[in-house]
């Protein structure tokens, strides 16, 4: 069964603090991305790659950067953790062609900062 | 600014009957439709898709409408079960973006 795998489904942090996010997908897709999802907002593009190494930024990507050094995992960096950074985190991926549209997500990842 | 929206936060339906849930979107450049179910506790799930050339696509027991002139977008699901309660979010992808634009959700509550 294929799937994208988020590592954490619940984080705990302190504000200041670095935080990374992985998400790790088998699917051999070229595209990742990741997404915020706040009650009453819907989702969020936060960044998003379409290569190995490429990122491009999505419409929120202040306070946030992501790494992409192979090609089933994409990972996203909150520098310096704040408390409106609280958030679920979702990891998505897609295949060449298809752009943002069919998204495979992971279960998500509920991070608090406290 | 450019925004996909729904209708309706909170849809409640008897099990059995047909559950209908809408979306308005505005971005006349929007030429891909897509709806995701979201159960509780996992990420949003690829339903049904349609392209803007398009007026109806039928699926297992969903269908998806496209009204292009009052850019409007329906989800029917066929004889709602209890496995149907989730959220409903639609989307639209503007011009083969890597930009997918999703609405706020739409909480289907399918009672017993």
């Known amino acids: 069964d294929v799937k994208v795998t988020q590592s954490s489904r619940y984080l705990v942090k302190r504000t200041g603090e670095k935080v990374f996010l992985e998400c790790v997908q088998d699917?051999?897709?070229?595209?990742m991305f990741w997404y915020r999802q706040d009650p009453g907002l819907g989702l969020r593009l936060i960044y998003f790659?379409?290569?190995?190494?490429?990122?491009e930024k999505g419409d929120i990507p202040e306070g946030y950067s992501v790494s992409r050094e192979k090609k089933e995992r994409f990972s996203l960096i909150l520098e310096s953790a704040s408390t409106n950074q609280t958030s679920m985190y979702l990891c998505?991926?897609?295949?060449?062609?298809?752009?943002?549209?069919?998204?495979?997500f992971g279960s998500g990842t509920q991070l608090s900062v406290l | 600014g450019e925004s996909v929206g729904l209708h309706l936060p909170t849809l409640s339906v008897q099990e059995g009957d047909n559950s209908i849930i809408n979306c308005a979107y505005s971005?006349?450049?929007?030429?891909?439709f897509i709806w995701y179910k979201q159960e509780s506790g996992k990420g949003p799930q690829f339903i049904i898709d349609?392209?803007?050339?398009?007026d109806k696509r039928q699926g297992q027991r969903v269908t998806v409408l496209l009204n292009k002139t009052v850019k409007h977008l329906s989800l029917q699901i066929a004889a709602t079960q209890p496995g149907d309660s989730a959220v409903y979010f639609c989307?639209?992808?503007?011009?083969?973006?890597?930009?997918?634009?999703f609405g706020s959700g739409t909480r289907l509550l399918v009672r017993p």
């Open positions: 998505a991926s897609s295949p060449v062609g298809t752009g943002g549209s069919k998204l495979f």
């Open positions: 699917m051999d897709h070229e595209n």
């Open positions: 790659s379409y290569d190995v190494k490429m990122k």
């Open positions: 971005n006349s450049a929007s030429d891909y």
């Open positions: 349609i392209r803007s050339n398009m």
């Open positions: 989307a639209e992808n503007p011009g083969g973006s890597y930009k997918l634009i």
